[in-house]
């Protein structure tokens, strides 16, 4: 199965004009999922003592298991945080895989850790931290947010006071899911802070003083975040920076889904204070317009981080070696393993400018902005509250929460659109509301008023 004979030259050819298609494709089709026993009914069992030939395999993928996928950059496509790779980007993504080259370690890495590093240093420079922090990419938001935590963690139990205590985070309720995973991970507790919208630092300052003498000594890190996946909301930065500086903790943005608009000049000044986290989570899968799976986590002393990270082993001592001196990934993060997932946006960056990233992050907050006028337009329809970054919540008038999830199937089965409900906190309790999140730059205002005229019924 290494060989390379007739069979695997068609093959690839097969795939690379797949690749083609797909890349240069301007409309793709709004896939629509089945359950296991449909798929398995129109394919079978795919994996067989003799295997079934990659031409069937493939014919099986392109033909009935494609169709109920939901393509990530379909420009009606405004459910959870989608995403828009550039071609670069997606083309870049096929080089990877098919270089084969390991990215935990220089000495088998360099090339490739130079490209990640040059992106690296881009990401850095939009936060505005100070001379000698770095970062590193990641599978995702959720091991970017878990590797700081840990470093965070390992850094606080420096004290031998501290080494036998079980660690407590604050964050805002508005937090994403992936810290109440992560206090789970490190046994951490995790007192949320809730707030209206915005966790302030005087909302911080109250949920410390509100902490009995045990937590407050247990108390080793805050999480504060550059735009919740909900509602794009950004919490007080500069405020919570203060708070965090005063209390001697350690301070964490996650700015996962936000921390792309900190290209976008119109929003940029929301950010003050970001540059002072001792670490921040970016993922540029989301909007910086690279394929999953890419995170990133910075620090401002990674010293601290490839303390809490760097793995010992004898078939790893080679590593250290003055011979193989380079930065290795591995030691910033909880991943050994790791794919160069940072190549796809250092060729992209490297291909179209900063630049046009700038008009494409921006294209996504006017198109919220847009969004947002077109709502209020129609009567049917009310704005739960005015658009923050890309993202725009909003009712139709008398439905039920059964009528949203009907609302939401019936359009995804149509081919129209995958967008879906969520909950929106009032004075009343929660009510669900409609949420828009704009990524891709190709969706178009007609997309949208498509959206909205399909709650006219």
């Not at 909301?233 to 608009?261: F, M, N, R, S």
């Not at 008038?397 to 949203?404: H, L, Q």
Request: with cysteine; proline share 4%; glycine share 8%.
């Amino acid at each position: 199965m290494h060989n390379i004979d007739i069979e695997v030259v068609e093959m690839t050819l097969d795939v690379m004009k797949y690749a083609i298609s797909r890349i240069t494709d301007t409309s793709p089709t709004l896939g629509k999922p089945k359950n296991e026993e449909e798929l398995y009914k129109l394919v079978g069992e795919t994996i067989t003592s003799e295997g079934i030939g990659g031409e069937k395999a493939f014919k099986l993928f392109k033909d009935i298991l494609l169709p109920a996928t939901v393509p990530i950059d379909h420009p009606r496509h405004l459910a959870f945080v989608p995403a828009s790779p550039t071609r670069a980007a997606v083309m870049f993504d096929l080089v990877t895989s098919a270089s084969s080259i390991h990215g935990a370690y220089w000495m088998e890495g360099a090339g490739g850790i130079f490209c990640e590093n040059q992106a690296m240093k881009w990401l850095v420079s939009l936060t505005g931290m100070p001379e000698g922090a770095f970062g590193v990419f990641t599978s995702g938001g959720t091991a970017a947010n878990l590797s700081a935590m840990v470093t965070a963690r390992e850094n606080w139990r420096k004290d031998a006071a501290n080494r036998n205590k079980k660690g407590l985070v604050i964050a805002s309720i508005g937090a994403h899911s992936s810290i109440k995973a992560m206090a789970q991970v490190i046994d951490a507790d995790l007192v949320l802070v809730d707030a209206d919208e915005a966790m302030t630092g005087e909302d911080l300052q109250m949920s410390i003083n509100n902490l009995d003498a045990s937590q407050r000594e247990r108390l080793f890190a805050v999480v504060a975040t550059g735009g919740t996946t909900n509602a794009g909301i950004i919490d007080d930065l500069e405020g919570i920076a203060q708070v965090c500086k005063k209390e001697g903790l350690w301070y964490h943005v996650d700015a996962a889904y936000g921390g792309g608009a900190l290209v976008a000049d119109s929003v940029r000044h929301l950010f003050n204070g970001i540059e002072k986290a001792d670490s921040i989570t970016i993922d540029p899968h989301k909007w910086l317009f690279s394929p999953y799976d890419c995170g990133a986590v910075l620090y401002k002393k990674p010293e601290l981080a490839k303390e809490a990270h760097s793995q010992e082993g004898s078939y790893l001592d080679i590593f250290k070696d003055e011979g193989a001196h380079g930065f290795n990934p591995a030691d910033y993060q909880i991943q050994l393993t790791r794919r160069l997932r940072g190549l796809p946006l250092w060729f992209s960056l490297a291909t179209n400018g900063i630049d046009k990233y700038k008009w494409a992050v921006e294209r996504g907050i006017s198109l919220a902005k847009l969004s947002g006028e077109l709502i209020e337009k129609r009567p049917e329809l009310e704005l739960v509250r005015p658009p923050s970054l890309s993202c725009v919540l909003f009712k139709r008038k008398g439905w039920s929460p059964e009528s949203y999830t009907n609302w939401t199937y019936n359009n995804h089965k149509e081919g129209i659109a995958l967008v879906t409900p969520t909950k929106w906190r009032t004075k009343d309790g929660y009510e669900t509301v409609i949420r828009f999140c704009f990524i891709n730059p190709d969706t178009s205002a007609k997309d949208i008023e498509v959206i909205l005229d399909t709650l006219k019924k």
